[in-house]
Protein backbone atom coordinates (compact mmCIF):
# COMPACT_ATOMS: atom_id res chain seq x y z
CA UNK A 1 0.00 0.00 0.00
CA UNK A 2 1.56 3.62 -0.94
CA UNK A 3 2.28 5.71 2.15
CA UNK A 4 -1.17 8.44 1.47
CA UNK A 5 -3.28 4.85 2.00
CA UNK A 6 -1.57 3.40 4.82
CA UNK A 7 -2.03 6.61 6.82
CA UNK A 8 -5.27 6.79 5.64
CA UNK A 9 -5.73 2.71 6.59
CA UNK A 10 -3.91 3.64 10.01
CA UNK A 11 -6.36 2.98 13.24
CA UNK A 12 -6.14 1.70 16.71
CA UNK A 13 -6.46 -1.94 16.91
CA UNK A 14 -6.88 -3.44 20.26
CA UNK A 15 -7.75 -6.85 19.02
CA UNK A 16 -5.67 -9.37 17.16
CA UNK A 17 -5.53 -12.31 15.39
CA UNK A 18 -3.16 -15.19 16.15
CA UNK A 19 -0.78 -14.80 12.99
CA UNK A 20 2.70 -14.28 13.73
CA UNK A 21 4.22 -11.08 12.00
CA UNK A 22 7.49 -12.47 9.60
CA UNK A 23 10.18 -11.27 11.10
CA UNK A 24 10.95 -9.32 7.25
CA UNK A 25 8.05 -7.39 7.98
CA UNK A 26 8.73 -6.93 11.72
CA UNK A 27 12.35 -5.30 10.80
CA UNK A 28 11.14 -3.03 8.50
CA UNK A 29 8.22 -1.60 10.80
CA UNK A 30 11.55 -1.44 13.19
CA UNK A 31 13.82 0.23 10.76
CA UNK A 32 10.81 2.79 10.14
CA UNK A 33 10.79 3.95 13.72
CA UNK A 34 15.00 3.87 13.60
CA UNK A 35 14.57 6.15 10.38
CA UNK A 36 12.33 8.81 12.04
CA UNK A 37 13.30 12.45 12.13
CA UNK A 38 15.18 13.47 15.70
CA UNK A 39 16.30 16.58 16.81
CA UNK A 40 20.02 17.54 16.30
CA UNK A 41 20.09 14.12 14.68
CA UNK A 42 20.47 12.46 18.77
CA UNK A 43 18.57 9.62 17.76
CA UNK A 44 18.07 9.21 21.83
CA UNK A 45 16.05 6.02 21.44
CA UNK A 46 16.35 2.42 21.48
CA UNK A 47 13.65 0.07 20.76
CA UNK A 48 12.89 -3.53 22.87
CA UNK A 49 11.12 -5.88 20.84
CA UNK A 50 9.21 -8.98 22.12
CA UNK A 51 6.79 -12.08 20.29
CA UNK A 52 7.44 -13.65 23.33
CA UNK A 53 3.86 -15.08 24.64
CA UNK A 54 4.60 -14.19 28.68
CA UNK A 55 6.54 -11.15 28.09
CA UNK A 56 3.74 -9.73 25.95
CA UNK A 57 1.20 -10.48 29.04
CA UNK A 58 3.40 -9.27 31.69
CA UNK A 59 3.75 -5.99 29.63
CA UNK A 60 -0.53 -5.85 29.45
CA UNK A 61 0.09 -5.45 33.02
CA UNK A 62 2.12 -1.99 33.09
CA UNK A 63 -0.45 0.24 32.21
CA UNK A 64 -4.31 0.56 32.73
CA UNK A 65 -4.76 1.19 28.93
CA UNK A 66 -2.60 -1.52 27.78
CA UNK A 67 -4.70 -4.98 28.28
CA UNK A 68 -4.64 -5.21 24.40
CA UNK A 69 -0.76 -6.04 24.60
CA UNK A 70 -1.42 -9.28 25.97
CA UNK A 71 -2.83 -10.84 22.35
CA UNK A 72 -0.91 -8.94 20.05
CA UNK A 73 1.57 -10.75 17.75
CA UNK A 74 4.45 -8.36 18.84
CA UNK A 75 5.31 -5.72 21.40
CA UNK A 76 7.92 -2.54 20.91
CA UNK A 77 9.01 -0.55 24.20
CA UNK A 78 10.69 2.34 23.02
CA UNK A 79 13.20 3.56 26.01
CA UNK A 80 15.13 6.78 26.13
CA UNK A 81 18.09 7.77 28.45
CA UNK A 82 17.22 10.10 31.75
CA UNK A 83 17.49 13.41 30.43
CA UNK A 84 20.28 15.71 31.48
CA UNK A 85 18.04 19.18 31.06
CA UNK A 86 14.24 20.40 30.66
CA UNK A 87 15.11 20.33 26.91
CA UNK A 88 16.44 16.93 26.53
CA UNK A 89 12.99 15.98 27.96
CA UNK A 90 10.83 17.77 25.75
CA UNK A 91 13.44 16.52 22.95
CA UNK A 92 13.37 13.19 23.58
CA UNK A 93 9.32 12.44 23.72
CA UNK A 94 8.89 14.69 20.86
CA UNK A 95 11.14 12.50 19.06
CA UNK A 96 9.80 9.48 20.53
CA UNK A 97 6.35 10.47 18.76
CA UNK A 98 8.07 10.26 15.43
CA UNK A 99 9.27 7.39 15.99
CA UNK A 100 6.48 5.64 16.92
CA UNK A 101 4.01 7.35 14.17
CA UNK A 102 6.70 5.83 11.55
CA UNK A 103 6.19 2.40 13.42
CA UNK A 104 2.41 2.65 13.03
CA UNK A 105 2.47 3.86 9.52
CA UNK A 106 4.85 1.19 8.24
CA UNK A 107 3.02 -1.33 9.97
CA UNK A 108 -0.19 0.00 8.33
CA UNK A 109 1.45 -0.51 4.99
CA UNK A 110 1.97 -3.93 5.77
CA UNK A 111 -1.31 -4.87 6.67
CA UNK A 112 -0.58 -5.16 10.58
CA UNK A 113 -2.47 -3.47 12.73
CA UNK A 114 -0.66 -0.90 16.01
CA UNK A 115 -2.56 0.12 19.53
CA UNK A 116 0.29 2.10 21.61
CA UNK A 117 0.72 2.73 25.01
CA UNK A 118 1.97 4.60 27.57
CA UNK A 119 4.01 3.04 30.63
CA UNK A 120 2.85 3.55 34.33
CA UNK A 121 5.24 0.49 36.01
CA UNK A 122 8.29 1.39 34.34
CA UNK A 123 10.61 -0.82 36.94
CA UNK A 124 7.79 -3.72 35.82
CA UNK A 125 9.08 -3.11 32.47
CA UNK A 126 12.80 -2.57 33.06
CA UNK A 127 12.41 -6.21 35.52
CA UNK A 128 10.84 -7.73 32.12
CA UNK A 129 13.77 -6.87 29.75
CA UNK A 130 16.23 -5.89 31.78
CA UNK A 131 16.21 -2.32 30.77
CA UNK A 132 19.40 -0.47 32.74
CA UNK A 133 18.59 1.98 35.64
CA UNK A 134 19.50 5.03 33.47
CA UNK A 135 17.16 4.26 30.45
CA UNK A 136 13.65 5.26 30.91
CA UNK A 137 10.60 3.00 28.92
CA UNK A 138 8.49 5.22 28.19
CA UNK A 139 5.98 4.23 25.65
CA UNK A 140 4.58 0.41 23.80
CA UNK A 141 3.14 -0.24 20.74
CA UNK A 142 1.21 -3.55 20.17
CA UNK A 143 1.38 -5.03 16.49
CA UNK A 144 -0.72 -8.02 15.18
CA UNK A 145 -3.17 -8.40 12.19
CA UNK A 146 -6.79 -6.55 13.09
CA UNK A 147 -9.11 -9.19 14.52
CA UNK A 148 -12.20 -7.51 13.43
CA UNK A 149 -11.17 -6.62 9.70
CA UNK A 150 -8.41 -6.38 7.56
CA UNK A 151 -6.64 -2.18 7.68
CA UNK A 152 -8.17 -0.13 4.46
CA UNK A 153 -7.97 3.46 3.29
CA UNK A 154 -10.85 5.48 5.09
CA UNK A 155 -12.30 8.69 5.11
CA UNK A 156 -14.60 8.22 7.57
CA UNK A 157 -12.97 9.29 10.44
CA UNK A 158 -13.72 10.57 14.41
CA UNK A 159 -11.81 14.05 13.94
CA UNK A 160 -12.90 17.39 14.12
CA UNK A 161 -12.46 18.90 10.55
CA UNK A 162 -10.13 20.71 8.72
CA UNK A 163 -11.14 24.13 8.54
CA UNK A 164 -12.05 23.45 12.74
CA UNK A 165 -8.09 22.99 12.96
CA UNK A 166 -6.40 24.25 10.28
CA UNK A 167 -5.36 28.20 10.74
CA UNK A 168 -4.37 30.09 7.41
CA UNK A 169 -2.29 33.11 8.29
CA UNK A 170 -3.86 33.63 11.86
CA UNK A 171 -6.22 31.85 14.37
Excluded: C
Excluded at 55 to 67: D, I
Amino acid sequence: MDYWDAIRARRNIRSYTDQPIPPADLDRILDAGRRAPSASNRQHWDFVVTTDRSQLEALSHVWRGAGHLAAAAAGIVLVVPHPETDRDARTDIYDLGQATYAIMVAAAGAGVGTGHASIGDVDATRRIFGIPEDQDPAYMIALGYPADRPLRPTDRLKRRPMEEVVHRGKW
